[in-house]
Structures are given as structure tokens and as C-alpha cells.
């Protein structure tokens, strides 16, 4: 991502249904380009997710794969 100044990060992990898998991880970036690492939790089972990632007033969302 970049930002101009520092910015808040947060992402969320959904399903492919859209319910809440995984609740909001946040991490304080600054300012200029940096790489975000998602860690998901132990425990979810293989398929499609939908990482949403919100920085400042941008949001994206990028579709995952999890296999065993």
C-alpha cells in the first residue's frame, strides 16, 4: 500500500457467503509504500475467502485460496 502519511490498516477475512470469518487484525503503517502481511488464524478449513483491507479512506478486497 501507500500512503501519504501514517494510516491505520485493517483487514478482515470473509467467507465466500460473506459471513465474518476472521474479526479485524490492525496494524499502524506509515507514511510511503509498505508491504501488509495477513496472518490467518489456525483453524479455517480450505476454500475461497475474501480478504477486505481498508487503509484511510481506500478499501479493497482480494479473493484467497486455501488449501489443505
Do not use: C
Request: glycine residues 8%; hydrophobic residues 40%.
Amino acid at each position: 500500500i501507500y500512503q501519504v502519511r501514517p494510516v491505520q490498516v485493517k483487514m478482515e477475512l470473509y467467507n465466500a457467503i460473506g459471513q465474518l470469518v476472521q474479526p479485524a487484525q490492525l496494524q499502524m503503517h506509515n507514511g510511503g509504500t509498505q508491504d501488509i502481511v495477513f496472518t490467518p488464524e489456525t483453524g479455517i478449513p480450505a476454500g475461497v475467502y475474501l480478504l477486505r483491507v481498508t487503509a484511510g479512506n481506500m478499501s479493497w478486497t482480494q479473493q484467497l485460496s486455501k488449501t489443505e
